[in-house]
């Protein structure tokens, strides 16, 4: 049903420069250097993941939940926080990990989660975390924690060092 929603396919169509997809990896040569892998399982799903996108078997809740679900407003509790945001945001604008404005509203299927500015430990300075299991319709509810269990998913170098 995910690839018949035409609610999303539609907002796909008219705005497809939200949607660029970039793969710096050659997946195929990934596959191959890593053939001798001792658990080909999970060198098989991320290499899935990398030619077909993540969350393929991610449950949808399609026809359940919100069509949109903008769940992005938290409070912010200083200037200093606010500035750093911004250009966080524009940074990862600037490098497209995030899509640039389009507007006031989400387009159908688009869900926001929170973004937080947290302090480095003894420092002045912030880090930016996104929220994926904020709220509600917290797009990590879309994940059963049996499908991944025992594997962290916070960053690269966290799945470097599951696959060696």
């Given at each position: 049903?995910?690839f018949l929603n035409?609610?999303?396919?539609?907002?796909?169509?008219?705005?497809?420069?939200?949607?660029?997809?970039?793969?710096?990896?050659?997946?195929?040569?990934?596959?191959?250097?890593?053939?001798?892998?001792?658990?080909?399982?999970?060198?098989?799903?991320?290499?899935?993941?990398?030619?077909?996108?993540?969350?393929?078997?991610?449950?949808?809740?399609?026809?359940?939940?919100?069509?949109?679900?903008?769940?992005?407003?938290?409070?912010?509790?200083?200037?200093?926080?606010?500035?750093?945001?911004?250009?966080?945001?524009?940074?990862?604008?600037?490098?497209?990990?995030?899509?640039?404005?389009?507007?006031?509203?989400?387009?159908?299927?688009?869900?926001?989660?929170?973004?937080?500015?947290?302090?480095?430990?003894?420092?002045?300075?912030?880090?930016?975390?996104?929220?994926?299991?904020?709220?509600?319709?917290?797009?990590?509810?879309?994940?059963?924690?049996?499908?991944?269990?025992?594997?962290?998913?916070?960053?690269?170098?966290?799945?470097?060092?599951?696959?060696?």
């Amino acid at each position: 049903a995910k690839f018949l929603n035409l609610e999303a396919l539609a907002a796909i169509h008219a705005h497809p420069e939200l949607f660029a997809v970039s793969m710096p990896i050659n997946v195929d040569r990934f596959e191959a250097l890593l053939a001798s892998h001792p658990n080909q399982p999970f060198v098989q799903s991320v290499c899935c993941g990398l030619h077909k996108g993540f969350w393929p078997y991610a449950d949808m809740h399609y026809g359940e939940w919100p069509l949109t679900w903008d769940n992005s407003q938290c409070p912010i509790q200083s200037d200093e926080e606010a500035s750093f945001l911004r250009a966080q945001v524009q940074k990862e604008v600037d490098v497209g990990c995030y899509s640039p404005v389009f507007g006031p509203d989400l387009l159908p299927e688009m869900y926001s989660m929170p973004i937080h500015a947290v302090p480095k430990p003894r420092s002045a300075r912030f880090h930016l975390v996104m929220d994926h299991s904020a709220g509600q319709f917290a797009l990590n509810q879309m994940i059963f924690r049996n499908d991944i269990a025992g594997v962290t998913l916070d960053n690269v170098q966290d799945l470097d060092n599951v696959l060696r």
